[in-house]
């Protein structure tokens, strides 16, 4: 069994967030804040344990609050 490695470039100006789970976490993105938001607050409604990234801007993470809740509601 192959071991995967974390090695990939983050898309400037996307919105990243992780999931965390056992054995390992999963990294996902959206292109907008709004679309983030929005999945974000339906794995949190799930009961998963997120953890807000913020917007990828080339060296750092940038609006790094994590939504609160209603946040991403439409």
Same mark, same amino acid.
């Given at each position: 069994?192959?071991? @995967? @490695?974390?090695? /990939?470039?983050? %898309? $400037? %100006?996307?919105?990243? /967030? ?12 959206? =292109?907008? &804040?709004?679309?983030? $938001? $929005?999945? /974000? &607050? ?5 009961? &998963? $344990?997120?953890?807000?990234? %913020? &917007?990828? =801007? %080339?060296?750092?993470?940038?609006e790094t609050t ?6 991403? @509601? @439409?």
């Open positions: 069994m192959r071991k @995967s @490695s974390k090695k /990939f470039d983050y %898309g $400037q %100006g996307k919105y990243y /967030f992780t999931i965390k789970t056992t054995p390992n976490n999963i990294t996902m993105y959206r =292109e907008t &804040k709004k679309e983030a $938001q $929005q999945v /974000f &607050k339906k794995y949190y409604d799930l009961g &998963k $344990q997120v953890e807000w990234l %913020g &917007k990828w =801007e %080339g060296k750092k993470f940038v994590a939504p609160l809740k209603g946040d991403a @509601s @439409s």
